[in-house]
Structure formats: C-alpha cells, structure tokens
C-alpha cells in the first residue's frame, strides 16, 4: 500500500538578479573593440595620407 502526497509544498524561488559582473565585463570588451577599430581606421588613415 503506498501513500500518496495530498498537496505538493511550494517552495518560492529566488528571482534571477541582472548578472553585473557579466554586463561590465561585456561592455569593456565592446569599448576595447570599438578603440581597437578606432585605432586600426586612424592608422589606415595616416598612413594613406602618408602616402598620398
């Protein structure tokens, strides 16, 4: 003979919090990547103006 559960225990759960470390972490790579470029066009640019 077996029992069976007559109402099942409702546990709350935490609600997911904005993960900070992780959007800081994305948005200092997005600035290092737009410096890079900015640096890699400023580069093409003096050059070609070197060369002209």
Known sequence: MRQEVAAE???PTQR???D????AFLATIGILM???IAG???AA???F???V
């Open 9 to 11: 225990a409702h546990v």
């Open 16 to 18: 997911v919090r904005p």
């Open 20 to 23: 900070l470390f992780g959007a």
């Open 34 to 36: 737009l410096a890079w």
């Open 40 to 42: 890699l066009v400023w």
């Open 45 to 47: 640019i003096a050059f």
């Open 49 to 51: 103006n070197w060369l």
